[in-house]
C-alpha cells in the first residue's frame, strides 16, 4: 500500500541507524524499547557466527528470543511459510545477513505488522536500512517488490563483521551504491516518483551524491583494509556509504535505468546467478551510454581497481544474441523506475547502447 502521490516529497528513514566495532551486542537493548519476544530471521550460512551473540545480548535485556534460520529462495511465500513456523505473530523481527535474510525478516514483518530490527552481516546491498523487499521467482528473476509501512525501527551494523565477509559481496555492495547518485540526478532532473511513490526530496539527492563522493575517496582503501582483515577509518566510511547513505539516497531520491535494468537482466542465459549489485555496475555504464555522456574517469578507474563490471564480458555474458537482448530490453522499460529518464526510452534505443558498451569495452581492451 502507498499513502503518497507526486503531490508531495517524502523523506523516510530508520528510526535509529547504528554502526561500529562490536555493535551487534546493542541489538538486545534495541529490541527491548520495541517487545519482549523477539524473533530472529537469520541466513542460515551464517547462524553460527551471530545467533549466539544476539542471543546473549537479547537475554541479558530480558528479551525471549525465537530463531528462524532461512535459506534458499525468497518468494511471495517466504512471509507466510516463516509466519507458519510460529505459534502467535511476533512483536519484533530481528533479520541478520545478507540481502535474503533481511528481506525473508522483511517480507515476516510485514504479514506480523511488528517491530523491525536489521542487522546486515555484509554490505552487499543496501536492503538494510529501507522499507523495501525484493521476491523472486524460482529463476531467480525479480517478480515483486515488498514495501513495509515503515522503514526498520533499528539497523544495527557491526563494522567487525563485516570485514570478515567475502570480498565478492562488498564489490556487489559497491556496484549498488555508486549507481544511486546518477539515479537520484536523473529522477530529479525528470521529475520522477520514488520509492515512496513521491517527488524525490533534495536532501536525499545530496546523500546519493555524497554517498557517490565518499565511495571514490573511501572505496580503494577499504578494499585493501578487507585482505587485512581491519576495520580502518576508510572501511568504516565505505560501509556508511553503502548501507546508509545508498539506503537513504534512493528510497527518497529515486532509481532510474540501472534498477530499471535489473529487471531485464535475468533474462539472460545465465544471469540469474549475477549479483544485483554487479547487475546495477553494468547497468550503470549503460545509462551512461543511453544519456549520451562518458562515465566519470575516477569511476572506471575504481571498477577497474575493484573488479566491477564494465561490460556484459565482464559479467560473463557475452555473445548475447539480439533476441536475448531485445527481451532484456522489453522487460526493463516495462519497469517503473525506467520512467525516471529525461526521455522515453525505446528498446531498441537500449539495446544499440548495450552494443556500443559492449564494442567500446572490446576495443579499449585490444589496444591495451
Ligand atoms: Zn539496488
Excluded at 29 to 57: P, Y
Excluded at 277 to 297: D, I, T, Y
Excluded at 317 to 325: F, G, K, M, R
Amino acid at each position: 500500500m502507498e499513502l503518497f502521490d507526486t503531490r508531495v516529497a517524502v523523506f523516510g528513514a530508520p528510526g535509529r541507524y547504528i554502526q561500529g566495532r562490536g555493535a551487534i551486542h546493542l541489538v538486545g537493548d534495541c529490541a527491548a524499547t520495541i517487545g519482549a519476544r523477539a524473533v530472529l530471521v537469520v541466513d542460515a550460512q551464517i547462524r553460527h557466527l551471530v545467533a549466539g551473540l544476539i542471543g546473549e545480548s537479547c537475554k541479558l535485556a530480558s528479551v525471549e528470543i525465537t530463531v528462524l534460520p532461512f535459506e534458499g529462495e525468497l518468494t511471495r511465500q517466504t512471509g507466510a511459510d516463516l509466519r507458519r513456523l510460529l505459534t502467535a505473530d511476533p512483536t519484533l523481527v530481528i533479520a541478520a545477513g545478507g540481502g535474503r535474510a533481511i528481506d525473508a525478516g522483511k517480507a515476516l514483518a510485514s504479514l506480523s505488522d511488528c517491530g523491525l530490527i536489521t542487522v546486515p552481516t555484509v554490505a552487499s546491498n543496501d536492503a538494510p536500512t529501507s522499507k523495501n523487499f525484493v521476491l523472486y521467482d524460482e529463476r531467480h528473476r525479480l517478480v515483486e517488490v515488498g514495501h513495509l509501512l515503515r522503514n526498520p525501527d533499528f539497523v544495527v551494523v557491526d563494522t567487525e563483521l563485516l570485514i570478515s565477509a567475502p570480498k565478492n559481496l562488498f564489490r556487489a555492495g559497491l556496484g549498488d551504491a555508486l549507481a544511486k547518485k546518477f539515479e537520484a540526478d536523473a529522477c530529479m532532473a525528470r521529475g520522477g516518483t520514488t520509492l515512496f511513490m513521491a517527488r524525490p526530496t533534495r536532501l536525499a539527492q545530496a546523500i546519493a551524491s555524497h554517498c557517490y563522493d565518499t565511495l571514490i575517496s573511501a572505496a580503494p582503501g577499504a578494499w585493501r583494509s578487507l585482505d587485512a582483515k581491519t576495520v580502518t577509518e576508510d572501511f568504516d566510511a565505505a560501509v556508511e556509504a553503502m548501507i546508509l547513505m545508498a539506503g537513504l539516497g534512493f528510497e527518497s531520491g529515486g532509481l532510474s535505468l540501472p534498477h530499471a535494468m535489473t529487471r531485464g537482466i535475468p533474462v539472460l542465459p545465465g544471469a540469474d546467478v549475477v549479483a544485483h549489485g554487479l547487475q546495477v555496475a553494468w547497468a550503470l555504464m549503460v545509462h551512461f551510454e543511453v544519456l549520451g555522456v562518458e562515465p566519470p574517469s575516477e569511476l572506471v578507474e575504481l571498477y577497474r581497481l575493484t573488479g566491477l563490471p564494465l561490460s556484459l564480458a565482464d559479467l560473463g555474458l557475452s555473445e548475447q544474441t539480439d533476441e536475448a537482448l531485445a527481451e532484456l530490453a522489453e522487460a526493463t522499460v516495462g519497469a517503473r523506475h525506467v520512467h525516471n529518464l529525461p526521455f522515453s526510452l525505446q528498446p531498441s534505443a537500449l539495446t544499440a547502447a548495450i552494443r556500443r558498451v559492449e564494442e567500446r569495452e572490446t576495443n579499449r581492451r585490444k589496444s591495451a
